[in-house]
């Protein structure tokens, strides 16, 4: 009953103090009585929802694992509105799917994104995003993500190109992209875009709750390395709903095991960018977006947006 702090409890100023010192060393601010609302909004008691939750990552916390911050984990609402936001994208993704082809631009692939967005009720989440000047983000072949639409660009026979939609609805995003074939694509670059799709398939048969971001990443760069081709370093998938791009920053190279540790409620992008060649890659300086690969080989990316439930998973987005 006495302790050494007792004294200070007399002190409202004290006690104040010590809150604010365990926040500053990354300790959640204020234990919540199995009683009182849950910190995820839910409105649910802590007991009944994320008190055994926390206990959990408590846990993992004192053994040194990396574990993900209250604010990324959402709560059922929200996952509602991400799904909605979703639902755009999907279709949006699907009626690129139906209508791209040879000879199209890639502006035209933006204007279709921007129509059939806009049309269902949803904001294409790239256009002014940090300055990027369009809906979508178009890649051909060698450019390995954030290919900027444009009239000039025309896709021909043979060309690999990865169509990336992202969507605000409510305030609520999603991102997904895929890779589409044009005209007759060669048997070298069919190969590739399979292996990638592969790749983000066994990276999702990794997700469940409690394991760990790196499980995701080996099964995704051992795939890769075993058809001969190379994962990028610098550019990764990332935590998602509330923002375009939330904490953690998801690596693809990193080793089962480490990385951090996925908590149901917890969203983020699978998106590794696989190169056939070497994984160096350089920035187009003159729009400060596009990003190709060092030795102007091909790459891969498919991307989808993946919920660690209480079981496993739920692809939101694809
Ligand atoms: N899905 C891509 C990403 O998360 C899209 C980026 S849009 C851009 O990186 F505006 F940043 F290019
Ligand atoms: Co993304």
Not at 36 to 63: A, R
Not at 74 to 89: T, Y
Not at 197 to 226: F, N, R, T, Y
Request: hydrophobic share 35%; glycine share 8%; net charge negative.
């Amino acid at each position: 009953m006495f302790c050494v702090c007792a004294p200070l409890a007399q002190n409202h100023k004290n006690i104040k103090f010590l809150y604010k010192s365990s926040a500053e060393m990354g300790i959640n601010m204020k234990k919540l009585r199995r009683e009182e609302p849950c910190w995820c909004n839910s409105g649910k008691t802590y007991g009944t929802c994320h008190m055994e939750f926390d206990k959990k990552l408590e846990m993992y916390k004192k053994k040194f694992h990396k574990v993900p911050p209250r604010n990324i984990i959402k709560n059922e609402k929200q996952l509602q509105g991400m799904r909605d936001s979703a639902k755009i994208n999907i279709a949006v993704l699907d009626y690129v799917a139906e209508h791209i082809h040879e000879g199209m631009t890639t502006e035209e692939i933006d204007q279709m994104v921007y129509e059939k967005t806009t049309a269902m009720g949803g904001i294409p989440a790239p256009l002014n995003y940090e300055g990027f000047p369009k809906s979508v983000c178009t890649s051909i072949n060698e450019q390995v993500c954030h290919g900027i639409p444009s009239s000039n660009i025309q896709l021909i026979d043979g060309d690999i190109v990865n169509v990336d939609c992202s969507t605000i609805l409510n305030g609520y995003f999603s991102d997904s992209s895929r890779m589409f074939l044009i005209g007759n694509v060669s048997e070298e670059k069919r190969r590739l875009v399979r292996v990638a799709k592969e790749c983000v398939k066994l990276g999702l048969e990794k997700v469940k709750p409690w394991g760990h971001l790196g499980d995701v990443a080996q099964a995704i760069s051992d795939h890769a390395k075993l058809n001969g081709y190379s994962v990028v370093k610098q550019v990764g998938g990332h935590g998602i709903g509330l923002e375009f791009h939330e904490t953690p920053f998801v690596s693809y190279v990193i080793k089962r095991g480490t990385g951090m540790v996925m908590a149901p409620g917890m969203v983020f992008t699978i998106e590794p960018m696989i190169n056939m060649g070497t994984s160096d890659i350089y920035i187009d300086e003159t729009n400060g977006w596009t990003i190709y690969t060092d030795d102007e080989k091909p790459s891969a990316q498919w991307e989808l947006m993946v919920l660690v439930t209480d079981t496993g998973y739920e692809v939101i987005s694809y």
